[in-house]
């Protein structure tokens, strides 16, 4: 076990610049605005060098001086590897592009990225005191919520969409959280949690609500920029919900150029949204800083329902300051393009990381990606979790097996699976 060296200074509203002291407990700003993290720099990197890297594991607490984690023995750990980038030849062949790699986030604990900024937030809280933490989810933040507070002893609530899927209530409810189901929607969720606050002394910890998840979120930046060797690509594509993730690299793109492991150059962040849930293209595309609030959200994808993100501000920022952009995919073509990715060469994303590959199809045909850019897809959890098409070829041993038929059926399954796939659109 390590000692972990911090270097945070203060925490800083994300609007008014305001500067609130290290170490304590916070939700939002005095202005209710998010607040971020500062570290001292200078001392951080007089502390420790790219080499220095190179002998640690393979996890994420490798860049632990970039995090507010004070003392090793609150790190909760559930074994936060780094996750690989994997190149998409379907899209390069199709593209005829020469490098679409999908940073492939389905690896980490609870099948999702969400393991980044909950590992952190729930390290933080360990620290800070906390006995009792709740957050409203579609799925992967109270699956990584009831993990990490099940492995540091904290009492965890969560309350979902009544139209969350299955697998994911059922995950977060077995991994020790107090599990709610709701008729509303995620804001709605996010409504039981600000409510219940006084009442049941639980912590806050919906996304930006607080100030930590962001900082394990921002990992993906650092993580991104060594695997590529401190040369960022051209372009992210990040499927954006309440974009913890986008604000959390562009993050920690400034936080690595400011202690001078990484030139100027930023890749072009681009938020992609499906068009059923869409407040951040709306907001880009009308040159607004804050998006309005999207009525009757829907979309397959469930991480990307959000009809209201209170960073919304800093994400559009970060967008328009990389000279990037916000676009929006159906559910029709997010699901053929999972499929498609699936069958020509075996990698399973999720619905959200399928919008990535979507809107890359999109936008190379638009001209807005050019296809000599390198490009990052995020797939940010792993396929399994969502339904998938029925596979119903049977093999009956009362009589003898008749290979002709199978290798016909086998043939028929892309055909019956393809329609089935479709038919998810409308679910
Ligand atoms: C949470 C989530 C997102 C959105 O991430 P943000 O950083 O909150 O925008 C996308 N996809 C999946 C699978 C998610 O769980």
Known sequence: MFETETFVTHLECSETGK???????????EAGKPLLVRYDLDALAAFISKKTLVNRLPEFWRYREFLPVRKAENIIRLGELMTPLIPSNYLQELLEMPS????????????????????VAVSMAKELGVKRMALPTNGNAGAALAAYCSRAGIESYVFCPDDTPEIN???????????????????????????????????????LKEPYRIEGKKTMGLELAEQLDWHLPDVILY?????????????????????GWIDSKRPRMVAVQAEGCAPIVKAYEEGKTHAEFWKNAYTAAAGIRVPAAIGDFLILAAIRDSDGFATAVNDKDILDTQFQIARHEGLLLCPEGAATAAALIKEVHNGRIDRNEKVILFNCATGLKYSMPEADNFIDLTSPVNYGDLMKQNSQLGTSAKAQAANRTGG
């Open 19 to 29: 500067h609130y002291p290290p170490d304590q407990l916070y939700n939002l700003s």
């Open 100 to 119: 679409v790699l999908v940073k492939d986030e389905g690896r980490l604990p609870t099948g999702s990225f969400k393991a980044r900024g909950l590992a």
């Open 169 to 207: 209530v059922r995950e977060i409810a077995f991994q020790g959280a107090h599990t709610f189901r709701v008729n509303g929607l995620i804001n709605e969720c996010g409504r039981i949690v600000a409510e219940g606050r006084q009442e049941t002394r639980w912590f806050d910890t919906s996304t």
């Open 239 to 259: 499927p954006t919900g309440g974009g913890t993730g986008l604000i959390g690299m562009w993050k920690a793109f400034e936080e690595l150029e400011a202690i």
